[in-house]
């Protein structure tokens, strides 16, 4: 602890307001040539106890120029409210200024670089199907679209009946599911995502949204009971088919980083009128025919279409005035087809040796 200066006795009797003026200055000087030299937290206590504190130096000076007359009163008064407030905001700053010091102590003392590698580090990486996710929403993103996310627990309403599908309509049998009590049911598709986004959003709009499904399929090198899909939707006046195909081409081109060659033929989806597939070249056999592809050469990516007038009206959207389309992919087969992975089965396999292939994946 520092030798703190001697404290000076300050009277207010019997003074001519300035002199009492610049008694109160030479008590703040005091107070600040104090402070300067507090190195403690107690130090700063003790030095508000005697001059700030109720019966400190100021408080005593406060009833002291009470016995003055009112004009000089005024005056002395003003003067000790400024002093107060301003010594008392100096203190503050010392003791925030110790305060920090001490932690700075704190964490000299206790400091190790977390970013060094240990004797036994290693390093990780994201998941194939992840990195495609990323990817898929930072190009969606760029296109405008806002991404959205859905329940994997849904009801048979939003699963099936509001994207057209009907109860015991035969399309159903293609995306068999898994039920739960009380009308619930596993998510056989993001579209639930589409249905969500019409109810909250007034047209135009463009929504995009990842997930994961479930489906109660064979499994195979191809396919899965549990997959992850890309929804997306945009809805507005005169959206046609060019607009689809441009977003889709968009995104081809994005995640493969290389011109792929595609096709598109018409396919039967209950929510899209007319319904087309998107199909790629297997980029896993040049087309040459592999498992992957069940040797025809071609992988069938995603679903899309014109989103059909009945599903917009179910959305509460008048199919007369606005127009739209939908799409759907599987990022489990782009992880696929990017990275050359022959069966669907390896990514659920938590195999170390086949994950430690993919270090160096960015985010």
Wanted: hydrophobic share 40%; net charge negative; aromatic share 10%.
């Amino acid at each position: 602890m520092q030798e703190q200066p001697e404290k000076k006795r300050f009277e207010f009797f019997n003074q001519e307001p300035e002199k009492n003026l610049k008694t109160i200055e030479a008590m703040a000087k005091e107070f600040e040539a104090i402070l300067g030299k507090c190195d403690s937290q107690k130090a700063t206590e003790d030095l508000f106890s005697d001059y700030l504190g109720k019966k400190g130096i100021l408080n005593q000076a406060f009833q002291t120029v009470t016995q003055f007359h009112a004009e000089t009163k005024a005056l002395l008064g003003a003067k000790l409210n400024f002093e107060k407030q301003r010594l008392t905001d100096l203190l503050k700053s010392k003791q925030q200024s110790l305060q920090q010091e001490l932690l700075d102590q704190e964490l000299k003392k206790d400091w190790f670089d977390i970013t060094l590698d240990g004797p036994f580090s290693k390093k990780g990486a994201i998941h194939p199907v992840t990195h495609i996710q990323y990817l898929l929403v930072d190009i969606f993103q760029g296109l405008g679209f806002e991404i959205m996310d859905g329940s994997e627990i849904e009801t048979d309403y939003y699963n099936f009946e509001a994207l057209n599908f009907p109860k015991h309509h035969p399309a159903r049998d293609a995306q068999d599911t898994f039920y739960l009590e009380n009308n619930l049911l596993l998510r056989t598709q993001t579209s639930n995502i589409q249905i969500r986004a019409m109810e909250k959003y007034p047209p135009p709009f463009q929504i995009a949204g990842p997930g994961k499904v479930f489906r109660a399929e064979r499994i195979d090198a191809g396919h899965s009971s549990v997959f992850h899909q890309f929804e997306g939707m945009m809805v507005g006046k005169n959206i046609s088919i060019a607009h689809m195909i441009f977003c889709l081409h968009s995104a081809m081109n994005g995640i493969f980083q290389r011109k792929v060659e595609t096709r598109i033929r018409p396919g039967y989806f209950p929510f899209v009128e007319p319904g087309l597939e998107l199909d790629i070249r297997c980029l896993i056999c040049q087309g040459k025919g592999c498992n992957a592809c069940k040797q025809v050469g071609w992988l069938e990516l995603l679903g899309c279409g014109l989103t059909h007038p009945r599903v917009l009206e179910l959305g509460g959207i008048d199919p007369e005035i606005y127009s739209g389309f939908a799409f759907g992919m599987g990022m489990d087969r782009m992880a696929m087809l990017k990275f050359g992975i022959h069966d669907i089965r390896l990514l659920a396999t938590g195999n170390l040796n086949f994950a430690k292939q993919f270090i160096g994946l960015a985010g």
